[in-house]
């Protein structure tokens, strides 16, 4: 079964702070992931999109990493802001059948203290 | 470039009342585009794909003729709500994809999302 899970669930940190969030998945066959920002009662915005053969992808003050073998991926926010509180969300891409599916992780809520 | 606007952003209705959520494409002709619902504190649920010009392909568990779509042009796919009910209420957001040479990623650009209370 194909799945995406994220750790933690949630999370608090004071500004300035870096952090580290998980991303678990079995999904076959593999097309690319994704990283989003979801600020609340907003649509999610892309942060990153790497392909099985890119371990690394920064913008800005977030990078993400990919393991293609172990199947993990990780979003690293460095020196955190008050704006960086939001869901972030873990999404792997499909191809089969002829078209491309999404699937989700639950997401983990960072929130960014003063 | 790649913006995606919904319409209305929140919207309340009494129950068994229908309501229509727009998706457009601001800067680029989305071939495809799809409809999501998000309840609190879950993960984005896909419930339909809608490719332009033909019937929309639902997720198991969707009712068509409840979640009725229509994607009638490369910039605008409209998502009614028939007869809602309380618990019909949710965020709905759209997503549209266009199949480019700049999209190699085949990436999907998200709406902001809409808000529906049915009361």
């Known amino acids: 079964k194909n799945q995406v899970e994220q750790s933690p669930q949630s999370l608090i940190i004071l500004e300035g702070k870096n952090c580290t969030l998980q991303?678990?998945?079995?999904?076959?066959?593999?097309?690319?992931l994704r990283w989003y920002k979801q600020d609340t009662g907003r649509g999610p915005v892309s942060l990153t999109i790497?392909?099985?053969?890119?371990n690394t992808k920064s913008n800005g003050r977030y990078t993400a990493t990919l393991d293609a073998d172990t199947k993990q991926s990780s979003l690293h926010i460095t020196a955190s802001q008050l704006s960086d509180s939001a869901s972030y969300i873990c999404?792997?891409?499909?191809?089969?059948?002829?078209?491309?599916?999404?699937?989700f992780g639950a997401g983990t809520r960072l929130a960014v203290h003063p | 470039g790649a913006v995606v606007s919904q319409h209305p952003s929140r919207v309340i209705c009494k129950s068994g009342t229908s309501v229509k959520i727009e998706c457009r494409s601001l800067d680029f002709q989305a071939t495809t585009m799809f409809w999501y619902r998000q309840f609190p504190k879950q993960s984005l649920m896909l419930m339909a794909t809608?490719?332009?010009?033909?019937?929309?392909?639902?997720e198991q568990g969707v009712e068509k003729d409840k979640f009725l779509i229509n994607h009638a042009s490369l910039t605008l796919s409209t998502l009614t709500v028939t007869s809602a009910h309380p618990e019909d209420s949710s965020f709905y957001i759209c997503?549209?994809?266009?199949?480019?040479?700049?999209?190699?990623?085949?990436?999907?650009?998200f709406g902001p999302g809409t808000r529906l209370t049915v009361l």
């Open positions: 809608s490719n332009e010009g033909s019937k929309a392909t639902y």
């Open positions: 991303c678990n998945y079995t999904v076959s066959p593999f097309s690319n």
């Open positions: 999404v792997v891409s499909s191809f089969s059948g002829g078209y491309n599916k999404l699937i």
């Open positions: 790497m392909t099985f053969s890119e």
């Open positions: 997503s549209a994809r266009s199949y480019s040479s700049g999209n190699s990623y085949n990436e999907q650009f």
